[in-house]
């Protein structure tokens, strides 16, 4: 944490060099004095300090000044810093302006100079007032801070990705904020790139690029090595799973990942069903354990990287990066699991992000204390993430198509006993209204035809899982709605598809490419859980390791 700052301001440069000289020998060891020549440079000044996150504990300030006087300074300086103390340098001709300010501008004190001997005449009264300043400041936010809308799609992505790799950070709404404004005015005057991410060390970026953020913040973003015996792709339980087996075992395993690690599991507030955690585990927990134990066994895991494509060549697996490199391996598991479906109805594509999200329950939900929310969707992610909106939010509407929620008892128990949440069931999503940020939202119930209309400061969708296949659509077989096949339903009239080259069949996990495998929600036949994930991922290592042995 920087020094608090101790401001002294006077155009008379031999006044200034004495009263910083003074200030110097007293307090130069627990605060930083900064001297300036002027009101309008002290004002510009003060920018710098904000987007450094700086406090200022105390301003001393001639009153007479050409171009901006002592009373004029404190009313601009005290907007951006209103705990710090304000004293006035006066002479005795203006002492009724000083007199005068004490309202205006809250005046602590106003001294007059000349305030020699300090001892007697200057330090006493800013003792007493600096040792006030202490014990009722609110220290500024030591970390990461981010500046944005609500309505900024950006800002959410930003504050999502800080939230999934578990980086503390504070979120200053600049609508809601006049500092906070004003620092982002600092950086980009015409605000059109949002958020702006302040960092400790008083750098800043504007709308990052995920990648440039993952490596501002120290994240891993370029594998150490050129070749790996495994690489997996995709960090969700399957993932990781795997990655611990292998890193274990002593194979040179690297894990690529385009977001956070944790995948869908990660964004869970609370796993109720997984072995082991009997009153259930948030997914950021289970992510940072998994993170660490793979980690801990000297498996690389790289974030914010997308791996565009992959392709064969002779015993080599490739991926390519969305940076452009290449990484090779002998075997490679896909574990890119699943996705939400994106609404098509009216509206929502202008309003994703700003009061529409997929998941991200766990990152926005503290921004919509005591509003009315509405969750769409009745599976199991989408009944957790209304009891995790209900702490905070006024009201949450589960919207549901069909007539009964589709997630397990447990948690179909609790919803319809928690008095926050109301169930909408038979309900279709027709349309959502907002100007910048969601408003309303037009549901028609299917069985009586009936129209509505609710407001809503946000919507959580959790409906439609899509396996994130893409990526080797065109190298593996695959279901009609995308789910990879893998082992036993590659067979063909019990044989193995076209084109495998082994004699022998493909393993359970194994796509129709040998030395390819899959794990997890990606795959076809899974059962979208955790503890299938994570089993699958270890078998697939194991499996994995069957095949290096016979290379
Ligand atoms: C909110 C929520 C709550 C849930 N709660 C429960 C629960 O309580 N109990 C339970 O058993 N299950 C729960 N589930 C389901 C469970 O989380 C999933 O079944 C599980 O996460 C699937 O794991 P996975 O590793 O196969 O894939 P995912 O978890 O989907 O992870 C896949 C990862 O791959 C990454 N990826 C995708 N494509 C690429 C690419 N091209 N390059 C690099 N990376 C890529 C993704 O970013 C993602 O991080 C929940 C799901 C959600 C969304």
């Known amino acids: 944490m920087p020094k608090p700052v101790i401001f002294t301001i006077d155009d008379d440069s031999s006044v200034l060099n004495s009263i910083e000289r003074d200030l110097r020998a007293h307090y130069g060891q627990d605060y930083r004095i900064l001297p300036i020549d002027s009101g309008k440079a002290a004002l510009d000044y003060l920018k710098k300090l904000g987007q450094r996150n700086e406090t200022v504990a105390l301003f001393l300030v001639d009153q007479r000044m050409p171009e901006m006087s002592g009373v004029e300074f404190l009313e601009q300086a005290i907007k951006a810093y209103p705990q710090a103390k304000r004293v006035l340098l006066t002479a005795y001709a203006d002492t009724q302006a000083a007199i005068d300010s004490i309202n205006e501008v809250g005046l602590d004190y106003y001294l007059m100079k000349p305030w020699h001997p300090p001892q007697e005449r200057l330090y006493p009264i800013l003792d007493e007032l600096l040792e006030d300043w202490k014990i009722h400041v609110r220290l500024p936010f030591e970390g990461i801070r981010v500046a944005g809308t609500l309505w900024s799609l950006p800002s959410h992505q930003v504050k999502d990705f800080l939230t999934r790799h578990q980086i503390p950070y504070q979120w200053l709404d600049i609508e809601k904020d006049s500092n ?262 037009i549901v028609k119930n299917t069985s009586t035809d009936e129209i509505q209309t609710f407001d809503a400061a946000a919507m959580f969708v959790f409906i439609g899982v899509r396996p994130q296949s893409q990526l080797v659509a065109d190298l593996v077989k695959r279901s009609d709605k995308s789910y990879i096949f893998t082992g036993l339903d590659l067979m063909v009239d019990k044989k193995p598809p076209q084109g495998w080259t082994l004699e022998r069949d493909p393993f359970l996990l194994e796509t129709s490419v040998p030395g390819i495998f899959a794990a997890g929600d990606v795959r076809f036949g899974t059962n979208h859980r955790v503890a299938s994930a994570v089993g699958e991922g270890a078998i697939a290592f194991a499996l994995m390791k069957e095949y290096l042995k016979a290379l």
């Open 180 to 441: 906070a404004r004003q620092l982002v005015e600092g950086i980009s005057s015409e605000m059109t790139k949002l958020p702006v991410v302040f960092f400790p060390d008083g750098k800043s970026l504007l709308q990052p690029e995920l990648k440039e953020l993952a490596d501002k913040v120290g994240l891993q973003t370029r594998a150490a090595l050129p070749f790996y015996d495994i690489v997996v792709i995709g960090s969700g339980p399957a993932g990781l799973a795997a990655a611990v087996y292998a890193g274990s075992e002593g194979y040179h395993c690297l894990v690529i990942e385009r977001a956070a690690p944790g995948g869908q599991a990660g964004s869970s507030p609370k796993i109720e069903n997984y072995l082991g955690f009997p009153t259930g585990i948030s997914g950021d927990d289970l992510t940072r354990r998994a993170v660490s134990q793979a980690k801990r066994f000297g498996v690389e895991i790289l974030s914010a990287q997308e791996a565009q494509k992959v392709f064969v060549k002779d015993t080599y697996r490739l991926v390519q990066l969305s940076d452009g490199t290449e990484i090779s391996c002998h075997a490679l598991l896909i574990a890119t699991g699943a996705s939400f479906h994106m609404l098509t109805m009216p509206g929502a594509a202008e309003l994703t992000g700003a009061g529409i999200y997929y998941g991200a329950a766990y990152t926005e939900a503290m921004n919509y204390k005591d509003q009315d929310v509405s969750v769409v969707g009745g599976a199991n992610s989408a009944a957790q993430g209304a009891l995790y909106l209900s702490q905070f939010a006024n009201k949450v509407r589960v919207l549901i198509r069909g007539h009964q929620p589709t997630a397990s008892k447990y948690l179909v128990d609790a919803l319809e006993q928690n008095q926050k949440i109301e169930l909408m069931r038979d309900t279709d999503l027709l349309e959502v209204r907002g100007k910048n940020t969601l408003e309303q939202v």
